[in-house]
């Protein structure tokens, strides 16, 4: 009678009880061949997976309100995530189900304060819980508040080229209407604003009246923030109606997307203008980030690899969407407001993936991977077009789609490690910008995420997590915090990440199990980020 595999695998297990009765015994479920072909070198012993008919059956997937879970599968093709003595995390109970995703961060790191100086509005754009519906209206005003500001900035940046056309439209108009040289000249002024397909665009003129309503919003949130006190007549007298607030983003859609001018603006209306933005660069940390067309990025509650995001750019179809019976039968939804102006290498996107390794979270023990890898979109990048290929950086996502006309120092598997970037950056005279303010920066954020959380975790001692967390860079060079996902793909993909996550794995063992031996031992490429100073609980104290 023939033995299976499986049998032959557990009869030579038998012959080895020296190893057994050291407790060197390990289970994976699904694949991650590197991490069993490093548990095997050291001398353990599988102790293999027997799916019986309740794991067999499809399980409904739930997710952790403290980071996301990245669904690709690991370096085998199993499709089955292993599990190896993860900590367990206790999720929100929200409405009775669990919420996920995006929400475990935008919840957590409001309550950074109480744990660190730094503001997280520096390194994670602002988001909120769209399903919430005080947090839905705090959208609604940071919608309305930041479409007043990116009205001062267009007044800033076109006063000038505005004046000059105005006045040239004026001077053809007064001097013959019905001269066929002046009609031609119209011609060519009309020529000059077009929507980048050769259209003429004869929007209408947008009044003054928009200006100042956006100025005084700006004045008054200035105040706010500067603890200037503000009389209520004043207060009162800056309110707008919901009305107003419609015909405000009106005008303000006009200017945005149809190229329309402001006329007769007075010098000094847009001197106000250009310092009351110097102030606004001072107070609101994102100012640079969210550039002028109000972009925001919608994300549902509980699905990863880019599944279900959109971008929009209009506040009515924002709400029409999160109104809509599919919003509310399929998740709740975030919404993040969208980097208007990241780095782009080529005219392309790209996102950072980094790695970290969560040892203990009593005391809170991190360690950083010093490689890291991008990915890049597939299309050149725009604003004019909000399709996945664009502004998706996920590989789930980009491996759908051929590479657009692009620059040819381009990938084609649309990956680089950070040491091809670095290369990159030396060439534009940035030699030391990645020691200096990236990699800090990537690490800054994710200690701060790991403040806020650490209280939503239940430790287990002997247990360990390796996370990978996403970046943008904005064009100044400073790191944005997008997603931390909780079980980071670890697929082979491409040529980069076979590498870089063989290495990955191989030296996350090096970690946990060669490091309790040796502390002097070789862990490759992680670094010590953070270790907690261990606070002992005091000796309680009675009166009786």
Not at 319 to 325: G, R, Y
Request: charged residues 30%.
């Amino acid at each position: 009678m023939r033995l299976s595999l499986l049998c032959i695998k557990r009869k030579k297990m038998t012959k080895q009880p020296v190893k057994t009765k050291t407790n060197k015994i390990f289970t994976i479920q699904g694949g991650y061949a590197t991490v069993r072909n490093c548990l095997r070198k050291r001398g353990w012993v599988e102790n293999f997976f027997r799916a019986t008919e309740i794991v067999k059956k499809p399980a409904p997937k739930t997710k952790s309100d403290v980071f996301s879970s990245d669904d690709d599968y690991d370096d085998d093709d199993d499709g089955i995530d292993a599990e190896v003595d993860v900590p367990k995390v206790k999720p929100w109970e929200e409405e009775g189900g669990l919420y996920g995703i995006m929400v475990g961060l935008c919840v957590n790191l409001r309550n950074l304060q109480w744990f660190d100086e730094t503001d997280p509005n520096t390194f994670f754009p602002r988001c909120y819980r769209l399903s919430h519906e005080e947090e839905k209206h705090e959208f609604i005003d940071d919608f309305n508040f930041t479409a007043c500001m990116n009205i001062l900035k267009i007044v800033v940046e076109n006063y000038m080229s505005w004046s000059t056309l105005s006045l040239q439209e004026n001077q053809i108009i007064i001097s013959a209407k019905s001269n066929k040289e002046s009609e031609r000249q119209m011609e060519i002024i009309n020529e000059k604003n077009t929507d980048g397909k050769n259209t003429p665009k004869k929007a209408p003129h947008v009044p003054v009246l928009a200006v100042m309503q956006a100025l005084k919003q700006c004045e008054l949130f200035i105040d706010r923030k500067e603890n200037i006190d503000v009389d209520m007549d004043e207060q009162e007298l800056g309110h707008l109606t919901n009305s107003q607030w419609e015909k405000l983003r009106e005008w303000y859609y006009l200017l945005v997307h149809n190229n329309s001018i402001i006329v007769d603006l007075p010098t000094t209306l847009v001197n106000q203008c250009e310092a009351s933005l110097k102030r606004l660069q001072i107070l609101c940390p994102q100012f640079y980030l969210d550039g002028k067309n109000s972009v925001w990025i919608v994300k549902p509650g509980a699905k990863s690899r880019g599944r279900g995001i959109t971008c929009y750019d209009r506040l009515e179809e924002i709400l029409k969407l999160v109104d809509s019976n599919v919003a509310k039968r399929e998740s709740k939804y975030v919404i993040q407001k969208y980097i208007e102006r990241p780095l782009l290498i080529y005219n392309c996107k790209f996102d950072i993936r980094q790695w970290f390794l969560v040892t203990d979270w009593n005391p809170l023990t991190m360690w950083f991977y010093r490689d890291s890898y991008l990915r890049f979109c597939s299309q050149q990048f725009t604003l004019s077009k909000f399709d996945e290929s664009i502004h998706l950086c996920n590989n789930a996502v980009q491996k759908n789609y051929k590479n657009g006309p692009r620059a040819k120092e381009l990938p084609e598997n649309n990956m680089w490690t950070h040491h091809q970037f670095q290369e990159y950056l030396r060439n534009r005279s940035l030699p030391n910008i990645w020691d200096e303010l990236i990699y800090p920066g990537m690490k800054k954020a994710i200690i701060c995420s790991m403040f806020v959380s650490q209280e939503l975790v239940e430790p287990r001692k002997g247990s360990f997590e390796l996370y990978g967390a996403d970046f943008m860079l904005t064009d100044d060079y400073s790191p944005w915090l997008i997603e931390i996902n909780s079980s980071p793909s670890m697929e082979a993909s491409t040529e980069v990440t076979s590498r870089l996550c063989t290495k990955v794995l191989e030296d996350t063992i090096k970690v946990v199990l060669d490091r309790k031996h040796d502390k002097n031992c070789d862990i490759g490429r992680f670094e010590i980020g953070y270790k907690q100073s261990t606070v002992n609980s005091p000796p309680y104290l009675s009166n009786f």
